[in-house]
């Protein structure tokens, strides 16, 4: 007799049916932390593809500025499209220096300053879309396995009561309540595990990228400046 | 953006799916059908206090010893048996019958003459009807005789000679049988051919003659069957089985119970007489207590059941009731009195209670040894005493009370 009720209980503690079993809140959190994994994944998926491309274009771009190609014509094609990473940089750089020299800049130092501004700023846009929604990903990694274990709790407490309720703690009364409840901690895991673990992936190889922006731009403002002393020294001495 | 959240989305419902398919229901454990053990909690009274039964039966209300057969009422008997004198010992188990080997009886003088086998047909019919109801052990050995028989045809020729149809022809069966048993024992009576453990001896006959001739109609000739008896006889040292196989080649059953009557006769040994003679008396033990009933559960003897506290208290309170305590002794307090009284099944007194006070003034002590006998004789008979616990070392066939002075009176 007994074991036909325990082989009945477990045919019934498939994942499905657990689900379907567990209450109001404990469904919310498990869809809700099913959404999180989602989410998860979808932001893991996009970092890994534009960070691919990032990178891709940064290496394009450095062979294409250290070609010896003039920067002129670099900006001139580079200007007709919006850009991004380095070649942003480049652009924002070379636009205020044209701006600048062809007004006629009275200052070195103004230039150089308005210049490495521009860049700075350009530089934040650019890391700013690169650590795009990390921040949800940390947050999910952090807080997935709370919210799963609040799913827990409200479960086994559920379960408790209706243990209380049915006046048996045979084991088989116990046990479904208690699997489902865990159901909800082991969903959290499932999305908090891969949003840390992504998370750590992404906010290292974005620190790289925005470390090698930086590098570009000292770099690009230094060489900015040799050009500025080039051409304004000129002027002065003729003035 | 939308391009990985639509993946991410198709990667968790096929992950989701695969999981719903794949770990639906993880195997339940099995679970051993152990039955459950039941556990008695056993009294130490079902030592202490024991009444006479049956180890296994089962516990009932009212303690019986064992059911006796010999309903022979023995006076006084306190021990529970089916013995005719009262005894405490135990009954001595009686031993099972020993099954002696008795020898056969020495060979008849006569040699056995085998019967002319003419009538082969009837040889046949016999041998069916009777081998059906006694496949006896004895129908296995006969096997061996075709071989036996075959090599032996030096002693045919005598016996061809006398085949006249004689109702000694049957003879021969006793003989092998004899020969079996006298090379195990001595000379014994003719009259048990038998195994020990079989008392009738004609009936064993049968089966032998059956197995003989059910093979050898059907084999051989008439005329090798005497040769066969003849060569048991020879071969009786050397082969056993076939010995004792071979001899009863005659064919009719009654010819051969006939002619060992006559065998047995011409014996002077009568093994009834001797068996007559020995001293059939077992060893006994045991009581003649009879019961009727059927045994409950208890121990080989009563060390009776003591009465519980509330059963004591029970037949104090009937003595305090009759107390009448005389006023203003002195001393009182410090008087102790016991009660010792022999009573019958019904509760009267039988004979003169023992009540010894101990402890305080003379005078005193004496005046409570009187009023306390006084109450006790007054209240007798002692009422609702449980009877099942009469009996015994701990039964209040015997009743020891002792009153300390707040019992004295009520």
Wanted: no cysteine.
């Amino acid at each position: 007799m007994e074991h036909v009720g325990l082989a009945a209980a477990a045919s019934e503690v498939s994942l499905w049916s657990l689900f379907m079993q567990a209450g109001l809140v404990v469904k919310l959190v498990m869809i809700g932390l099913i959404g999180a994994s989602v989410w998860t994944w979808a932001i893991v998926i996009d970092k890994y593809i534009s960070f691919g491309k990032a990178k891709r274009q940064f290496d394009q771009f450095e062979q294409v500025f250290w070609s010896g190609q003039s920067l002129e014509e670099l900006y001139r094609t580079l200007s007709e499209r919006t850009n991004t990473g380095l070649a942003a940089i480049f652009v924002a750089a070379m636009r205020e220096w044209k701006k600048s020299f062809e007004r006629g800049a009275r200052s070195p130092i103004g230039l150089q300053m308005r210049i490495d501004r521009a860049m700075d700023v350009t530089m934040s846009r650019e890391a700013e879309t690169y650590e795009a929604r990390l921040g949800s990903l940390a947050t999910i990694g952090s807080a997935g396995p709370f919210i799963g274990l609040f799913g827990t709790v409200i479960g086994i407490m559920t379960s408790f009561q209706a243990i209380a309720g049915s006046k048996s703690t045979n084991l088989a009364v116990v046990a479904p309540g208690i699997a489902e409840a865990l159901l909800a901690t082991a969903i959290g895991l499932v999305a908090a595990i891969p949003a840390v673990i992504a998370y750590n992936k992404f906010t290292a190889d974005a620190g790289k990228l925005s470390g090698r922006m930086e590098g570009f731009a000292d770099e690009f403002s230094a060489i900015l400046s040799r050009q500025i002393d080039e051409k304004l020294q000129p002027r002065q001495a003729a003035q | 953006m939308k391009v990985s959240l639509g993946t991410s989305l198709v990667l968790h419902s096929l992950v989701l799916g695969l999981a719903l398919v794949s770990l639906s229901a993880p195997a339940s454990f099995d679970v051993a059908d152990v039955e459950a053990l039941p556990v008695d909690i056993v009294p130490v009274e079902s030592i202490t206090q024991t009444q006479q039964g049956d180890k296994k039966a089962p516990p009932s209300q009212k303690p019986s010893p064992k059911e006796t057969k010999n309903q022979k009422i023995v006076d006084n008997a306190q021990n529970a048996g089916e013995n005719n004198v009262d005894l405490k010992t135990p009954p001595t188990p009686t031993t099972k019958p020993q099954p002696t080997e008795t020898t056969a009886a020495p060979k008849p003088v006569e040699r056995p003459t085998p019967t002319p086998t003419p009538e082969q047909n009837q040889v046949k019919d016999i041998v069916k009807e009777e081998t059906a109801p006694k496949p006896t052990e004895m129908a296995a050995l006969p096997q061996p005789k075709p071989e036996i028989t075959p090599p032996k045809p030096e002693p045919t020729p005598p016996k061809p000679e006398p085949t006249p149809p004689k109702p000694e022809a049957a003879k021969p069966t006793p003989a092998p049988l004899q020969s079996e048993n006298t090379s195990e024992t001595g000379e014994l009576p003719q009259s048990v051919p038998a195994p020990a453990s079989r008392p009738q001896p004609p009936k064993p006959e049968p089966p032998k003659e059956q197995a003989k001739p059910v093979e050898k109609p059907a084999e051989k000739p008439a005329e090798t069957k005497p040769v066969t008896a003849k060569a048991a006889e020879t071969a009786k040292t050397d082969n056993k089985a076939t010995a004792s196989v071979k001899p009863s080649d005659k064919k009719e059953g009654k010819q051969q119970e006939t002619a060992k009557s006559s065998s047995s006769m011409a014996s002077d040994f009568n093994a009834d007489q001797i068996a007559a003679l020995l001293n059939k008396q077992e060893a006994s033990g045991g009581g003649a207590k009879r019961s009727t009933q059927v045994a409950s559960r208890g121990d080989t003897k009563t060390i009776g059941t003591g009465l519980s506290s509330s059963e004591i208290d029970n037949v104090k309170g009937q003595i305090q009731g009759n107390w009448a305590l005389v006023g203003g002794l002195t001393g009182v307090s410090e008087v102790r009195v016991k009660i010792r009284v022999q009573l019958d099944q019904s509760g009267n007194i039988v004979g003169e209670p023992e009540v010894t006070a101990t402890g305080g003034p003379e005078g005193t002590r004496r005046a409570v040894e009187g009023s306390t006998r006084r109450a006790l004789m007054k209240s007798a008979p002692l009422k609702n005493l449980p009877a099942a616990k009469y009996e015994g070392e701990k039964g209040w066939n015997v009743l020891v009370l002792n009153f300390d002075p707040s019992e004295f009176a009520l």
